[in-house]
Structure formats: structure tokens, C-alpha cells
């Protein structure tokens, strides 16, 4: 998936601020969710609760990898014009 720089201010949402989780604490999380949701010991409302903290932290780690997919296109640039600039948002 290929995302122009100009476009990833607009794609990293409200959700890339200093104070957000690394994408590994979104992961972990993500596989305490999952494992909480697979016992199926959770009432609807918490079991909804869980999924829509989940789905938060999935969209927070497909942001967090688009910056990481825009900064590795910025490397491997074109090799006539090896030009490096930083974003203007980092996830961390």
C-alpha cells in the first residue's frame, strides 16, 4: 500500500500523540484482548468494551506502520535523487 507523504498527517489521526502506545504495548495488549475474548467468560458489554478498545489499538498500529512504510519508501527513494526529509509526525 503506497501512501504519499502529503497524505500522512491526515492518516496518522488523533491517536499519534507522545503519550500514545509503542506498537509493541498495542500488540500485547491486542493478544490479551483476543485472549479475553476467546474464554468466553465476558457478558456482551464487556465483551464489547474489549473489541472496541481492540479495534482503537489495531487503527493506532496501522498508523504507527504507515510512518514506519513512509520512512523506509524515503530511504530507498529513487537512487538518481537519494533526498532524505524528515515527517512531520513521528508515532513515538
Known sequence: MMIKKD???????DDMTENAPSLEERLKRLEEIVRSLEAADLDMEGALMLFE???EHVRGAEATLRVAELKVEELLGPEEDPVIRPLEKDPE
Open 7 to 13: 497524505e500522512a498527517p491526515d492518516a496518522l489521526g
Open 53 to 55: 478498545e481492540g479495534v
